[in-house]
Nanobody
Framework: QLQLVEFGGGLAQPGGSLTLSCAAS????????IGWFRQAPGKEREGVSC????????NYADSVKGRFTISRDNAKNTMYLQMNSLKPEDTAVYSC??????????????????WGQGTQVTVSS
């Protein structure tokens, strides 16, 4: 019953933009810490960005600072990741996640217990 479903993955050119969406059902994102993670072939899963439920504090991986923006629309129970100035090294499967808001959000997978299925993002000429 608790589900997160990603939309918006696909192919982009270097320097281009994509926006990922993640729709939640069975629970409210408003009362969760939420985050985006990615994993490329042969690489460990990387925390990309997160936002805290109450304070709105955000964290970003150094590799995406200034290029990616995380946001949440409580009315739609949907979270987003806007990705600008894309690079080939951004190619990965991107997953959204939600966890209990017992502290400020962290870019560590252990803090999240609900996960989407992932969506492929490919950045190539």
């Amino acid at each position: 019953q608790l589900q997160l479903v990603e939309f918006g993955g696909g192919l982009a050119q270097p320097g281009g933009s994509l926006t990922l969406s993640c729709a939640a059902s069975g629970f409210s994102l408003e009362y969760s810490n939420i985050g985006w993670f990615r994993q490329a072939p042969g690489k460990e899963r990387e925390g990309v960005s997160c936002i805290s439920s109450s304070s709105g504090t955000t964290n970003y991986a150094d590799s995406v600072k200034g290029r990616f923006t995380i946001s949440r629309d409580n009315a739609k129970n949907t979270m987003y990741l806007q990705m600008n100035s894309l690079k080939p090294e951004d190619t990965a499967v991107y997953s959204c996640a939600a966890g209990l808001p017992f502290r400020q959000c962290q870019l560590s997978a252990k803090n999240y217990d609900n996960w989407g299925q992932g969506t492929q993002v490919t950045v190539s000429s």
